[in-house]
């Protein structure tokens, strides 16, 4: 596609093909490290994980009752046992179970030898040391056996996976201490512009707050970053360079915001250029057209558009999965769902839009989504009132209240 505002011929690719162009150029970081699993969360496991222990360990109760021996039970009759002993749930029974014999049990606890049943409380009736069995007591019932849930040697987790709680509480159930990790991607970001200000100072004339650096450390907290905000750099060709060649030798990844149109004091196209390679510079979505994707050295660079709408817009869109597949995670699509726009929506053709909008749903289970207010991609207030994206296809020229859209939920913390 060409852009038709542009003198030049740089194609305007499509969100698609800026995608396919990305995945197409990075290499995961090599590289691993050792952790303990207090400090996995987060962390992308490099190597699977193997059970060195059957998972239960014993055989135990999954009920309160009582434990009994399968070939002690009276088949479609009644028939009573002598309770000898308990087994508690880290205390087992430390006798031996004779025939005739029954223990009371506890869940979790461990079945001693002979006992494969365990007959709930609610179904016995105890009469001093005399338990009395109903007929059609079932054998092997409410017992957990050895490695049921996971034999010895079995893997417990597969490589690569992005470590949730649930993973840590697996790894430790099967006593699993320390496991290896992909290494940390090393992220530097900038903002660009004479104009900004530092928050604490006071804002003189022709000046503004920095929001991109705030957004950028929230955006990228994640245990599988570290991350560096390196402030300000001037609307200044040869410090923008200066900055840029420094922080590529020490970096995966370079982010800058501001600077990367066509405009006089928009150096960024033209440094990477010159210090590195240009892969694309534009892309066909809104909020986020100026986009400047490409390689300074071994470090890759995304130049992000000023505007801090467009700054998670773009974000969300096209750097968030580069640095999943830069960080060795495997590979997740976005959740899209469709819902009922109950705003009217305004878009002229040529662009993919990502609309700032508030998903609900209503008492018949209906997703439903409203505009969070007026578009501008200055306008951080109508994001952070949002919780989804409305996505509008590039020939789209507007959307009447009532028509379906499909939505992406925007992900809050990480
Ligand atoms: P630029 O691409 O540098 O022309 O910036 C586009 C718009 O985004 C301008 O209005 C800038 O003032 C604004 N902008 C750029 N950087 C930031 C920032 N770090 N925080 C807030 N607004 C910014
Ligand atoms: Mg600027």
Redesign the pocket.
């Given at each position: 596609m060409i852009d038709p505002c542009s003198l030049d011929t740089n194609p305007l690719l499509s969100l698609q093909e800026a995608l396919t162009r990305i995945k197409a150029a990075l290499h995961p970081v090599a590289g691993s490290e050792k952790v303990t699993l207090k400090s996995a969360l987060g962390r992308v496991l490099a190597q699977p994980v193997y059970s060195s222990v059957n998972i239960p360990h014993e055989r135990n109760a999954s009920m309160d009752g009582y434990a009994l021996a399968a070939g002690d039970i009276t088949p479609n009759q009644p028939f009573s046992l002598h309770l000898t002993g308990t087994s508690w749930a880290g205390r087992p029974f430390q006798g031996q179970l004779q025939s005739g014999q029954c223990i009371r049990i506890f869940t979790g606890a461990v079945l001693p030898e002979r006992a494969d049943t365990v007959v709930m409380q609610e179904h016995v009736r105890a009469d001093g040391q005399t338990i009395h069995f109903p007929a059609q007591t079932r054998p092997y019932q409410n017992v957990r056996e050895i490695g049921e849930d996971l034999q010895q040697g079995a893997c417990l987790i597969s490589s690569p996976k992005k470590l949730a709680a649930a993973d840590l509480g697996l790894l430790a159930s099967a006593g699993v201490y320390e496991i290896t990790v992909k290494r940390r991607l090393n992220i530097a970001f900038f903002?660009?512009?004479d104009?900004?200000a530092s928050i604490g100072q006071a804002l003189e004339s022709g000046k503004?707050?920095?929001?991109?650096?705030y957004i950028l450390n929230g955006l990228l907290a994640d245990p599988g970053y570290n991350m560096a905000d390196k402030g300000?750099i001037a609307d200044d060709r040869d410090k923008l360079e200066e900055s840029l060649i420094e922080a590529a030798k020490n970096y995966d990844v370079i982010i800058t915001?501001?600077?990367?149109?066509v405009?006089e004091?928009?150096f960024v196209k033209d440094v990477l250029a010159s210090c590195g390679q240009i892969n694309f510079w534009k892309v066909a979505m809104k909020p986020g057209k100026?986009l400047a994707f490409g390689k300074i050295g071994d470090c890759y660079f995304f130049g992000l558009?000023?505007?801090?709408v467009a700054v998670i817009a773009t974000f969300d869109q096209l750097v968030k999965p580069a640095l999943k597949q830069l960080a060795g995670e495997p590979f997740t699509k976005p959740l899209r769902l469709t819902a009922i726009c109950t705003s009217s929506l305004k878009k002229a053709p040529g662009r993919q839009e990502f609309q700032r909008g508030i998903l609900a749903q209503n008492d018949a289970g209906e997703l439903l989504v409203a505009s969070s207010g007026k578009q501008g991609s200055?306008l951080l207030g109508s994001i952070s009132r949002a919780n989804c994206y409305i996505i509008l296809p590039a020939d789209c020229t507007g959307i009447e209240a009532g028509e379906q859209v499909i939505v992406e939920p925007l992900s809050l913390f990480v």
């Open positions: 903002s660009t512009g104009e900004l503004i707050y920095d929001s991109n650096r300000v915001t501001g600077g990367a149109s405009g004091a928009d100026p558009p000023g505007n801090p200055h």
